[in-house]
């Protein structure tokens, strides 16, 4: 039983409750007791709407990138990251002080780790590699977006699957740091999307796994959700690994050893 019928419940056993007792007269309600309760069953249903706007927002900003150009010299498979806060896409939304990124281009660094430039644009403040049109978005809205195409080996239909995760785990904690230094707080949302490596295997010099391609053009991951900036993001982001490996028929990521993660230098 969710927590809105438990909190309804609650209101109408009150009520009966208080009827009982008063039996020939007119029910007594205690107003405040009333409200608070009635306000709580509304924030409950505002609570069951943040996840659908978060899931809608997302969906919105995959679909406008697959319509867009990204890399400007292959087609090579797109890397992205949506990181969303939850406070910030509940109805209490706050106002984003877009002036405080003005020298703070290295707290939003491209995943792959590539050179790049920085601005100001029409969606908030980003960083972006004009060679490759991999770049990192703050929007004006409270969120962050990555899309980067440097984990891929297009001639050879690889993805640098190590590199890849180490990429992860310092830039994501990085960016959560900048939200929660913005006043973002969380929990913050993680999702992460490969657009275009349907035909792709994992690049592993040294190892030899019986590999499969995946026919998946997309690939969806499993949401994260990490509530304070402490969580041990290795750990957290794990589940998101072991899809990437299982995708190419390998029972998960390689670079976890008793729980703990270290990855291969390639």
């Keep these: 039983m ?14 009966n409750n208080l009827i009982d007792k008063n039996e020939t007269k007119t029910p007594h309600i205690n107003t405040k007791e009333f409200l608070e309760i009635v306000g709580d069953i509304m924030v409950s249903i505002e609570d069951k709407e943040i996840p659908k706007n978060i899931e ?10 697959k ?21 910030i896409h509940s109805k209490e939304k706050s106002y984003i002080e877009l002036h405080k990124l003005q020298n703070r281009a290295t707290d939003l660094p491209l995943l792959s780790g590539a050179v790049y430039d920085y601005r100001f644009n029409s969606e908030g403040f980003f960083t972006l590699n004009n060679r490759s049109g991999s770049y990192t978005q703050f929007s004006r809205e409270g969120f962050i977006e ?3 195409v440097g984990f891929f080996d297009p001639q050879n239909k690889k993805i640098f699957a190590s590199r ?14 900048l939200l929660f230094s913005l006043d973002i707080k969380g929990p913050y949302i993680i999702n992460v999307t490969l657009l275009g490596a349907g035909d792709y295997t994992i690049y ?22 990490v509530n304070i900036m402490e969580e041990n993001l290795a750990t957290q982001l794990r589940p998101i690994f072991d899809v990437l490996w299982n ?17 291969n230098n390639y």
């Design 67 to 87: 319509l867009r150009k990204i890399d400007q010299e292959e087609d090579s498979p797109k890397l992205l990251v949506h990181i969303i806060s939850t406070k």
């Design 164 to 177: 890849l995760e180490r990429a992860l785990i310092e830039n994501i904690k990085k960016y959560i740091d």
């Design 2 to 15: 969710d927590k809105l019928m438990l909190k309804t419940e609650k209101l109408i056993d009150r009520i």
């Design 247 to 263: 995708s190419v028929g390998i029972y998960g990521s390689i670079n976890y050893a008793n729980g703990e993660w270290k990855a």
């Design 56 to 65: 809608g927002l997302i969906n919105k900003r995959i679909s406008s990138i």
């Design 204 to 225: 592993l010099p040294n190892h030899y796994f019986d590999q499969y391609k995946s026919n998946l053009e997309e690939l969806s991951f499993p949401q994260v959700s």
């Design 146 to 148: 990555a899309v980067d």
